[in-house]
Structures are given as structure tokens and as C-alpha cells.
């Protein structure tokens, strides 16, 4: 019992490497191999010599070597010198009771050893772990090592143990390798590489494979072993559907396994004079026998890897085109393809799911139907000349969403050539920015409202110059011309005047101070921010003749620069606006500092405005002042209504430990 588990641990640990690919075994299933493939060395060989029956019968396929080729290749090299020795016993021992000449066995240990050396090092060299005969590339490198040159190789040093003629006991030796590894080793090869994933597939694929081997080893049965008055050279031909069969569904395992029987059967028909090949009893020159099988064997092989690697290949293809399709339908862009009759073969899921309209009806020049009337022969236009010279393209047009409404895309395509160069087709990529053409007009929009109010501000202060300050410094000179002794009669008149002009000289420097702090307040720069506001509140009440009530709280005594005068123009702007529109008479303004920073509020009772539609149109000093607010992180809050007043919120960010530390720092 214990040791069952032992060998049913090292068995699990073999097919463990073997699903992954891998030469190296641990200990346990080295032990296995090595058992395995001495008992299979001793015993193969003394089924042949048993199923010989003849002593000078020479069997034309000597499957020592390529039994012991297969297990070297499971094992690590350092294995590699107790188990060629141990192979070698079990030859010998079947050799001597098959009645085999300690003569020619000693001939054959070294052409055996030559042989089995060129094939496990050969194949180890060109193969990262088992040999997989599933590509023409690959049963060339086999078939180079283990076919070709082994084989002959080691037939130089094993043909006297065969024949005395030298060359004719050299061909039959080297052919026999040569068939042996030919189907005996891809066999095994392949059913402990493949064999175990065969038995994952489907019931219906296993049923099928049944069924192929049963009628393949009947058929084979009856081409090879009736007697040869019964049969006809047609049943040739009954093996080709099942060998075409055996390659095409099951790739290299099935060939591999299908020829391996094959072999079996015409060999042993051969032996006991049955089948097309019964003349050759007693087998003394399996020539005939063994070119059928070798050429007929590598004939479905070649196919068999033809097949697998035409499978692979289109596995390959589907997986990228699956990757292609799942990048592209996840991508957060429209994807199109075209082939070159400049139809439209391919969009993926958010073109689908943009346009709400089914696959079929964007295919073709169906997807010009969603494009809009104005851009649709500058569209196709760009689109065909692209096709004509096979550039890449970049065009803007509009294209009709799901919900009806036209938005703007970026349209970008480029050739596709095939791996030898010939044109096919176009790809594409279209994104939707609309929202990007929006911003464009909106910044042109604020562009030329920004120039149109910097010409403003200066006409306004053109005509304050020229309509009201340079009228009154005219009509002080004029005044204090009547200051003049000569010109004044009395001095009682020459001091009423001097007492006006001086009235009119401390006016105008009120009204030329209060159009210096529009333009700049001093006071912001050296007062602080609530003491500039204080007094911008005191001096328009004034000027306008409103009441404005100014609070303010826990206002930070230092603010940066740049907070101070966003706030402040933030409150010149909104206070202004807010005396021009209103129609009220009482103003607030307030001022306070929190711990998240500080905030400016202005509010009235006045007749209130639709504020997202000001700010769409003509609310150039709404945008200015948002944008001012978002240069320092920032943000405004607009309440209004028509006929509830208007409340203006400003934020700004601000922590003085902040600041300390930066200057600490």
C-alpha cells in the first residue's frame, strides 16, 4: 500500500512537469522513468524476439533506442549514465534469450550508444523540454537528430552485428532506427505531452478518436493479414482516409498513434506471411517492408505538423483579433475599419452604442446616413482622397447621436498594409469634442469681450478725464482768474473765489482719489485687504449715494498678495454690477475668515437676474470674476432669482499656519 502511493505521487509529479513543458523531474518521478524505461528496454525487445518466431527472421523496427531516446529526455543528463547502462542490461538480456550472438551484441552496444547520444543530446539542444512535433520547423530539427543522423550514424558500428555483407546489414540497421523513430517516439512523445489535455476535450472528440483507432486497426487487420489470395492491391487505399483523418482532427498524436499501429499490424503480417508483403517470409531482407513504412510514416507526419501549424497559426489570429475587439470595444473612443473598396467593414461598441442604430446598418456606406447634410461632401470627399493616395487623414465633421442631437468629431484614420505589403484597407479612430469646440467659441467669445471691455474701461476713463475732470480744472482756472486784484474789484470778492476754488480743488482730488483706487488701491497694498474694502465700501456709498453695511471677522492680518487683490476685485465687480442692476438702495458686504479660508459675500434685495444666462451671454464680469477665483483655487457661487435679489459668494483657500510655514521653512 505504501508503495502504490509513492508510485502514484511520482506518476502525478511526471504528468505535473510534462503539462507545464518540463525536462527535469524531481527525484520520485526520475526513479519512475528510470524504472519504467528499463523494464520497457528489457521487455519491448522480448516481445520482438517472441513475435519472431523464426530465427532468421530479422525484425525490420528495433524499438530499444527510441524508447530509451524518450526517457533521457525526461531527465536531468546527470541520470543520463545509470540509465544507458541499465537500458543496455535489458537489451542484452533480451538479446541472449532471443537467441542474438554475444558477438553481434557487442557490436551493437556501441552503435546503440553513438546512436542514443546524437538523438538525447541532439534533441535536448534544439527542444526547451519535450520535443513537440507540431510545426514543420520543429519535426525538421527532429528529424534531423533522431531520423537522419543517429540513425546512420549508428548503423556504421552496428551493421556486422546484422548481416556479414557489411552494406546490406548497414541499411537494414539504420532503416529499422530510422522507422522506430520515426513512429515509436513521436508516439510516446506525443501522448505524454498531449495525452492528458486529449482527455480534457470533449467526450464527442474522445468518441471520435475511439472510433478512428478501431476502424483504423481493422482496416489495417485486413490489409495485412489476410492471406494474399484474398486480397486486392486496392485495400492500399482503404488506410489513406483514416491516416487523413487521424493527421487532420488530432494533429501529431493522432498521426503519430495511427502510424504506430499501422506499423504493428504490417510487421506482424509481414513476419507470418500474410499481406501484400508475405513473399518476404522468412524475413531476411525487410527492405521493401521498411521503405513503405518510413515513407508513408513521414509523408502524414509532415502533414500532420502542416496541420497543427496552420491551426496555430489561425489560433494565433483569433486570439489577436479577439484581443483587437476587446481593446475596442473598451476603448473610450469609436473605432471603424475599412477594407480597400473603401466600405466599411468593423465598428465597435461605442461607435454602436453613439449612433443607437444596429451593426448592419453602419456597415457599408451606411455611416455616412448619421453624418450631418453640410459636412457630408466635405466628409467623403477627404475620405476618398485618403483611399486614393493611402495617407493618414484627419477631418471634423458632424454626426448624429442617439438622442437626435449633432456633435462634433475628430475623425483620424490610417492605411493598413498586410506582412507583404499590399494595401488593405483604413482604420480609424473618431472622438467626440464637442465639447472642445464649445470651449474654443466660448474662449474667442471671451477674448473679444475682454478687448471690447478693455476698450470700455479706457473710454470711461477718457471721458472722466476729458467730460469731468479736465472740465472742472478748466473752470478752476477760469475762477481763479477772478482772484486777480486787477480783475477783482474788491477783496471780499477775491476771497469768496479763492474759498470756491479751494471747495473745487479738494472735490476734484476726492473724485481723481477714487479713480485712482478703481484702477489700484494703495490701501489694499499697505492697509490690508479688510481696510482697503472698508474703504472702497465707504467711498462708492458716497459717490453713488447708497448705503452699503461692510462686516467683517477674524480676517488674517497678513494674506498673500495674490488672495488680497482677487478679493478685492472680486468685490469691486460684484458691488458695481450690483448698484447698476439691482434698482435697490442697501448693499451688504461681508467678510469673513474660517478655518477652510475666507470668504466674501455680497447681497441686495434689487430685482435679482437669471445668472447661468448672464454668464452664457453677457456676463463678461461673472467670468472674470470666476476666473480670478479659480487662479488662487478659488470658487463663486451665484443665488439669484428674479425678484428675490442676488447674493454673490466668494471662496478662497487660505490657512496663515500655511504661510508661517512656508516662511519658516
Known amino acids: 500500500m505504501k508503495g502504490g502511493c509513492v508510485l502514484e505521487k511520482s506518476t502525478l509529479s511526471v504528468n505535473n512537469h510534462l503539462s507545464h513543458g518540463l525536462p527535469f523531474l524531481d527525484s520520485r518521478a526520475t526513479l519512475l522513468v528510470v524504472c519504467v524505461t528499463t523494464a520497457l528496454s528489457y521487455l519491448v525487445p522480448k516481445l520482438v524476439g517472441i513475435l519472431a518466431s523464426n530465427p532468421q527472421t530479422v525484425w525490420p523496427l528495433w524499438p530499444g533506442c527510441a524508447i530509451l531516446v524518450t526517457g533521457l529526455l525526461l531527465v536531468r543528463a546527470s541520470v543520463w549514465p545509470l540509465l544507458i547502462p541499465a537500458a543496455f542490461v535489458g537489451f ?66 552496428s551493421a556486422q552485428g546484422v548481416a556479414r555483407d557489411y552494406w546490406m546489414g548497414w541499411k537494414i540497421v539504420s532503416l529499422s532506427e530510422v522507422l522506430a523513430f520515426v513512429t515509436v517516439t513521436p508516439a510516446l512523445l506525443s501522448w505524454l505531452s498531449e495525452g492528458r489535455v486529449l482527455m480534457r476535450r470533449s467526450r464527442a472528440l474522445r468518441l471520435e478518436g475511439l472510433i478512428l483507432i478501431a476502424g483504423l486497426v481493422l482496416v489495417s487487420y485486413v490489409v495485412f493479414t489476410l492471406p494474399e489470395d484474398s486480397r486486392s492491391p486496392a485495400l492500399f487505399y482503404t488506410l ?66 502542416v496541420v497543427e501549424e496552420h491551426e496555430q497559426d489561425a489560433h494565433v489570429v483569433r486570439e489577436s483579433e479577439e484581443r483587437f475587439r476587446l481593446v475596442a470595444n473598451t476603448a473610450p473612443v469609436m473605432i471603424w475599419m475599412a477594407g480597400t473598396d473603401r466600405l466599411c467593414t468593423y465598428v465597435n461598441q461605442p461607435w454602436l452604442k453613439f449612433t443607437g442604430r444596429p451593426l448592419e446598418k453602419e456597415l457599408g456606406n451606411g455611416w455616412t446616413e448619421g453624418v ?46 498586410n506582412a507583404d505589403g499590399t494595401f488593405a484597407g483604413f482604420i480609424g479612430s473618431c472622438l467626440d469634442i464637442t465639447d472642445r469646440k464649445l470651449a474654443e467659441e466660448a474662449l474667442s467669445s471671451v477674448g473679444r469681450r475682454l478687448i471690447e471691455a478693455h476698450e470700455e474701461e479706457r473710454t470711461w476713463i477718457a471721458r472722466e478725464l476729458h467730460d469731468d475732470i479736465a472740465q472742472r480744472i478748466a473752470l478752476l482756472v477760469v475762477e481763479l482768474e477772478h482772484c486777480d486784484p486787477q480783475v477783482s474789484g474788491s477783496m471780499d470778492d477775491i476771497h469768496e473765489s479763492l474759498q470756491l476754488a479751494s471747495q473745487r480743488v479738494s472735490d476734484l482730488g476726492k473724485d481723481v482719489q477714487a479713480l485712482s483706487h478703481r484702477l489700484h488701491s494703495s490701501k489694499l497694498e499697505y492697509l490690508g485687504l479688510a481696510t482697503a474694502v472698508r474703504s472702497f465700501c465707504h467711498e462708492l456709498a458716497e459717490q453713488r449715494n447708497v448705503q452699503i453695511e461692510f462686516k467683517q471677522a477674524d480676517i488674517p492680518a497678513e494674506i498673500p498678495k495674490e488672495i488680497s487683490l482677487c478679493l478685492f476685485r472680486v468685490l469691486q465687480e460684484a458691488l458695481q454690477n450690483a448698484i447698476k442692476h439691482s434698482t435697490d438702495q442697501n448693499f451688504t458686504v461681508e467678510m469673513l475668515g474660517m478655518k477652510e479660508g475666507i470668504s466674501l459675500t455680497v447681497s441686495d434685495s434689487g430685482i435679482g437676474f437669471d445668472w447661468q444666462d448672464a454668464m452664457n451671454r453677457r456676463g463678461l464680469g461673472l467670468i472674470s470674476m470666476r476666473e480670478r477665483l479659480r487662479l488662487v483655487n478659488g470658487e463663486l457661487s451665484i443665488q439669484s432669482e428674479p425678484g428675490r435679489g442676488t447674493t454673490v459668494v466668494a471662496r478662497v483657500p487660505y490657512r496663515p499656519e500655511d504661510r508661517s510655514m512656508a516662511i519658516a521653512g
Request: glycine letters at 8%; a positive charge; charged letters at 15%.
Open 92 to 157: 542484452a538480456l533480451a538479446d541472449l534469450q532471443s537467441g542474438v550472438p554475444l558477438s553481434s551484441i557487442a557490436r551493437f552496444i556501441p552503435g546503440n550508444t553513438v546512436e542514443v547520444l546524437i538523438s538525447a543530446i541532439g534533441l535536448r539542444y534544439c527542444f526547451d523540454g519535450l520535443p513537440r512535433l507540431n510545426s514543420v520547423r520543429a519535426l525538421a530539427k527532429y528529424s534531423f537528430f533522431a531520423i537522419v543522423l543517429a540513425p546512420l550514424a549508428g548503423a556504421f558500428l
Open 240 to 305: 489513406v482516409p483514416f491516416l487523413l483523418w487521424s493527421a487532420l482532427r488530432f494533429g501529431w498524436l493522432g498521426a503519430s498513434t495511427s502510424l504506430l499501429a499501422v506499423t504493428s499490424l504490417s510487421i506482424w503480417g509481414a513476419v507470418h506471411g500474410r499481406g501484400p508483403f508475405s513473399k518476404l517470409v522468412p524475413l531476411t531482407d525487410p527492405l521493401p517492408l521498411q521503405m513503405f513504412l518510413v515513407f508513408a510514416s513521414i509523408t502524414f507526419m509532415v502533414l500532420a505538423a
Open 372 to 417: 450631418h447634410g453640410e459636412d457630408l461632401q466635405r466628409c467623403l470627399k477627404t475620405y476618398s482622397h485618403a483611399f486614393d493616395v493611402r495617407q493618414s487623414y484627419a477631418m471634423e465633421y458632424r454626426v448624429r447621436r442617439n438622442d437626435g442631437d449633432y456633435r462634433w468629431i475628430l475623425d483620424i484614420g490610417v492605411p493598413r498594409f
